[in-house]
């Protein structure tokens, strides 16, 4: 069943409706149940997307390196058109935690960025980021959320030279998903990110939460 699935939706092009179950149980001699099963691992995989009350070919995954590099070269690289949403930019107090991450005095502010990033339109991933406001704080009248932060961040003279990435799977929350437009049944990726300056000095953290079915994570090793 699901290599002939997979032959199916081969010939198919990127935007095509898939069969409804009904017929592709019919072509298979197989239960809706096992077309059913097989059409969300599909879905999982990203090999597939719901359109409307309908089930289409999906575009490949966005494949990103895990890098110094940001989100917007990254995806411009694979030939995919970056841009993201802004759902809030502000200045809040860090928490005890968060002062720890950043190296910052009790009672420090912080930037607290969240956007949600898209190729192509396709919502990707939600990702907020922590910057400390007595490095960072005139970005809060100066920064266009829909452009790079890491480009900003370089144009103050500032480079990054290290980060430390933890990568989990987890499950969105009703709000992440709703923004993600996804549901909250659908596999992520999250990753949480300190990095910092040539001198040591962290620059930001991030949380970053992404679709499982729409990205997808590499890395280079060496010994």
Sequence with gaps: MRTGLEEKLAGLEEGDPVPAERALAEEFAVARETVRQALHDLL???????????????????????????????AKKHGRTPSRDLVQFIEVDADDALC????LAPGSRVLHLERVLLADGAKLGLEITYLPVDRFGAFLTT??????????????????????????????????AALLETTTSMPMILLHRRSLDPDGRPIEKVRSLY?????????????
């Design 44 to 74: 999982v995989e990203g090999r597939i997307a719901r359109r409307g009350r309908g089930t289409v070919v999906s575009a490949p995954k966005l494949l990103q390196p895990l890098s110094l590099q940001s989100y917007t070269e990254g």
């Design 100 to 103: 720890d991450d950043l190296e």
């Design 211 to 223: 679709r499982g079915d729409r990205i997808a994570f590499e890395a280079v090793l060496r010994e």
């Design 143 to 176: 920064f266009d959320p829909a452009t790079s932060l890491y480009a900003a961040v370089r144009a103050t003279g500032v480079e990054f030279a290290s980060a430390h990435e933890r990568i989990e799977t987890a499950l969105a929350s009703p709000r992440e």
